[in-house]
């Protein structure tokens, strides 16, 4: 399925809303504004929203993405992100908590609702079909909701 499905959004949905303004990280280094903001600017780059290099080559698309996304299923903790995305490097600066929760919410309408076509390559993964994306969102966002706790 190349869409979040109602089920997976409900889903998401239920544990982001388990977030407040004080809830502390598991580990890292992010605090939950900017673990929402790193989690918007993931789906901004997908989108076409935000500029990103595509450094990718055959062993992180071909090998480590499958790994990652479809073996693994989660990320090492303090696993580095791309620069874009990175709160400290390139990362978009956080506004307040709650326009950060609301706009990550809205965003996987937004996905679900833009072309495959459309969607640009990930920075470390490069090119990825519609479903490779969303499965990736699902696993980065399961990762950083656990690590807040949610």
């Known amino acids: 399925m190349e869409q979040f499905s109602t089920q997976q959004i409900d889903a998401i949905n239920a544990r982001l809303n388990k977030l407040t303004p004080e809830t502390k990280p598991q580990w890292g280094s992010m605090n939950v504004t900017q673990m929402l903001t790193h989690m918007n600017d993931a789906f901004r780059i997908c989108l076409g929203m935000k500029e990103s290099k ?3 080559n055959f062993f992180w698309n071909k ?3 499958p790994v990652l996304v479809y073996g693994l299923k989660w990320f090492p903790k303090g696993a580095e992100s791309p620069k874009e995305i990175n709160p400290g490097i390139g990362g978009s600066k956080p506004r ?11 965003m996987m309408d937004v996905f679900n609702e833009r072309e495959g076509n459309k969607l640009k390559p990930h920075p470390l993964f490069g090119v990825l079909t519609k479903t490779q994306w969303k499965d990736l969102m699902i696993v980065h966002l399961n990762h950083h909701l656990k690590q807040f706790g949610a």
């Open 54 to 56: 595509d450094i990718s």
């Open 96 to 106: 307040d908590f709650y326009t950060e929760l609301e706009f990550l919410k809205k």
């Open 63 to 65: 090998v480590l993405f």
